[in-house]
């Protein structure tokens, strides 16, 4: 399976994020990017995929932005957004990018 997914764990409650909205966006060759797909994560924390229906992955630089400010509304955070950017070198393959998130922190990696 080709794709892009996504887990959004939150750290501080132990606990999956759930109604983060993420976009997926491409870089194109004037560096500009647009859009490649989006979703909100579900009750788990999950998108299990976040490539637009019409949409097929490339190979280049993707970014997926978490807009977690609406997540952490009423109470104090550091980071409104979250911005990860990441190469596609083989279309074929699956890419999926957690993240780990605290209201002042977070980690991200490839995960599998």
Do not use: K
């Not at 132990?14 to 009750?43: F, H, K, M, N, Y």
Request: hydrophobic share 35%; aromatic share 12%; no cysteine.
């Amino acid at each position: 399976m080709s794709g892009v997914s996504t887990h959004v764990l939150d750290t501080a409650r132990g606990q999956p994020a759930r109604g983060i909205r993420v976009l997926l966006e491409r870089a194109s060759e004037d560096g500009s990017w647009g859009r490649a797909g989006a979703g909100l994560t579900d009750s788990n924390g999950r998108i299990a995929t976040l490539l637009d229906a019409t949409g097929t992955l490339q190979e280049g630089a993707y970014r997926l932005t978490f807009y977690v400010g609406d997540y952490f509304e009423g109470q104090e955070y550091f980071y409104p957004e979250i911005s990860v950017q990441f190469m596609v070198q083989d279309p074929a393959a699956h890419y999926h990018v957690p993240l780990l998130l605290s209201p002042y922190g977070y980690t991200t990696y490839r995960g599998s």
